[in-house]
């Protein structure tokens, strides 16, 4: 019994594990939402792409390439 337990908590930390890095990206991208307070500023993403931030067609703060 405290083997299933054991095998159950490690399984439970590997997929806690798995799904923070799946998600962790926090960097700017392309058609991604952006905060209120950054509309009009500018920035680049991993690739290297001018990203702005600009209010789409419902008024969302969204980056959009340059």
């Keep these: 019994m405290r083997t299933l337990a054991a095998a159950l908590a490690l399984s439970l930390l590997a997929a806690s594990a798995f799904a923070r890095n799946r998600s962790s990206s926090k960097n700017p991208r392309a058609g991604g ?13 991993s690739k290297g792409n001018a990203l702005e ?5 419902r008024g969302r703060a969204r ?4």
């Design 53 to 57: 931030c600009k209010a789409d067609k």
């Design 63 to 66: 980056w959009t390439k340059k």
């Design 33 to 45: 939402y952006c905060a209120k307070s950054a509309v009009g500023t500018t920035t680049t993403d």
